[in-house]
């Protein structure tokens, strides 16, 4: 299963469960509130008849006179159109029992049902005769949940003394219909919260697990030995210090894999050079004329230098490799750096009658390391006249397109064959120069892909229609 899928599954469970148990708790608690409300409703209700009952009273002792009586039977047969929000309302629904002070009923509103029972085991009248607060909620008939009635009573003076009480009570089915519609709110918009935060939930899951997936797209990278950037996962955190953890990991395997790569590459390169030197070297034991001996010699000081030239130009690019970017960055006229390579090459030029021209379309700069640079074209415009045929002419030419500088480094030598188009830039692989059948140590395009690659650039090979081959090295205006 997904990470993301479980952290959904996870979040709709424990959400679930927290919104069932915050819904019941409002719903529980808004029915207390609703109870509470009707509580406190009855309370105004019992003592404005406890008053009215005081005042109708004759002076011989409690007594319900015809007129209450008749007020409240009126009352409970009238037809009422009260529209209370949602709810109408078309009867009165109060029941009204008046005790003596020995908490027999003397009055019931609902048809007398109860005149002349003994209430003092009720908690409401029996309370109230004793100057208490007294309340109660009962069920009228046993195992009826539509029975349930909420009752308070009210103590009825003479004087100072208590002579009776009045209860009022009112059924709690009278505020069910308030209670349902405020479940029913409480639950829709529950759901409707419950959804938005769900889907909420999906683009926050991206969030969380997109540096989950750049980090396993960047594991996997380093294991198929591609180069990329380490990918941005915000700074500081768990998921930092991770892409910290494969930084440094990719680091050391690749710093291992680089070893054994330059070990096997730089012994294979060597062999050729050292067999020479060890073969003239044992020649030179033998008796042979001067002349030969100066051969052997010379060729001895050739492989020798060989070997240095070879050294030297593996641990420049072995130092330029392990960069990951440029130590500083300065802004370089092209011009003057064209003109740097020039001079430097002018007699290397001359000496096989190669003509050099370079031409800069409009004054341009770069930014960036200018000793990189500067070895970069040096070593395209190098290559371009070892490989033209004497008497030849090499064209460097520079201009801009889309943002970029673009240097075009022209020869007219034989051009690559199609076989060694695919490997010019790999390490060691070198082809053998025109006008001496020699060859390099294959490690000086590998210098200038690298050089471009640290620069944000890029460089190619192509061979030219009418013979020769075009380098063509593209830079940014700025790195």
């Known amino acids: 299963m997904k990470m993301r899928t479980r952290l959904l599954l996870t979040a709709i469970v424990l959400l679930s469960g927290g919104f069932y148990w915050l819904v019941d708790w409002i719903v529980r608690d808004v029915r207390l509130h609703y109870f509470m409300t009707l509580e406190e409703s009855l309370v105004d209700t019992s003592v404005l008849l406890a008053a009215q009952v005081e005042r109708q009273m004759p002076a011989g002792g409690l007594e319900v006179d015809d007129a209450f009586r008749a007020a409240v039977a009126a009352a409970a047969q009238r037809e009422l ?63 009826d949940p539509s029975s349930f009635f909420f009752y308070v009573a009210a103590p009825v003076y003479r004087g100072e003394s208590i002579v009776g009480a009045v209860s009022v009570g009112k059924p709690v089915s ?20 419950f959804t938005a935060i769900v889907l909420l939930l999906v683009p926050v899951s991206l969030w969380i697990i997109h540096p ?22 915000g700074h ?86 392990k960069r990951k970017g440029l130590v500083r960055t300065d802004p370089i006229a092209v011009q003057r750096l064209l003109d740097d390579v020039a001079d430097s090459l002018h007699p290397v030029a001359g000496a096989r009658h190669v003509s050099l021209r370079f031409a800069v379309a409009e004054p341009v700069a770069l930014a960036g390391e200018y000793f990189l640079l500067r070895q970069a074209v040096a070593n395209l415009v190098r290559n371009a006249i070892d490989f033209s045929p004497d008497g030849g002419r090499v064209e460097v030419e520079v201009g801009t397109a889309g943002g970029q500088v673009r240097f075009e480094v022209r020869d007219e030598g034989p051009g690559i064959p199609d076989y060694a188009l695919g490997r010019v830039f790999d390490r060691f692989y070198s082809l053998p120069r025109p006008h001496g059948g020699k060859k390099g140590s294959g490690l000086g395009l590998n210098f200038v892909r690298e050089i471009a690659k640290l620069h944000g650039g890029d460089i190619r090979l192509e061979n030219r229609p009418q013979g020769g081959v075009r380098a063509i090295l593209t830079l940014p205006f700025a790195v």
């Open 81 to 143: 159109d009260a529209r209370i929000y949602a709810f109408a309302k078309t009867r009165m629904n109060l029941r009204v029992l008046v005790a003596d002070r020995h908490a027999r009923i003397l009055y019931d509103s609902f048809h007398g049902r109860d005149e002349g029972a003994d209430y003092s085991d009720w908690r409401d009248v029996r309370l109230a005769l004793r100057g208490e607060y007294g309340a109660r909620a009962t069920h009228e008939r046993k195992g």
């Open 174 to 193: 009278s505020i069910a219909p308030f209670m349902n519609q405020a479940k029913v709110r409480l639950v829709v918009s529950g759901l409707v919260a």
């Open 236 to 321: 500081g955190g768990e998921m930092s210090e991770l892409a910290e953890a494969f930084e440094q990991m990719r680091d050391a395997l690749e710093g291992k894999q680089y070893v054994e790569e330059y070990v096997q590459s730089l012994t294979h390169e060597m062999k050729s050079p050292l067999a020479a030197i060890q073969g003239a070297a044992e020649l030179l034991d033998e008796e042979m004329p001067p002349e030969q001996r100066r051969r052997f010699l010379a060729n001895i000081r050739a492989e020798a230098e060989r070997l240095h030239d070879l050294v030297d130009r593996m641990l420049s690019l072995a130092a330029l490799e």
């Open 212 to 233: 989950v997936r750049a980090l396993t797209a960047y594991a996997r990278a380093i294991r198929d030995g591609r180069v990329v950037q380490r990918p941005r996962v």
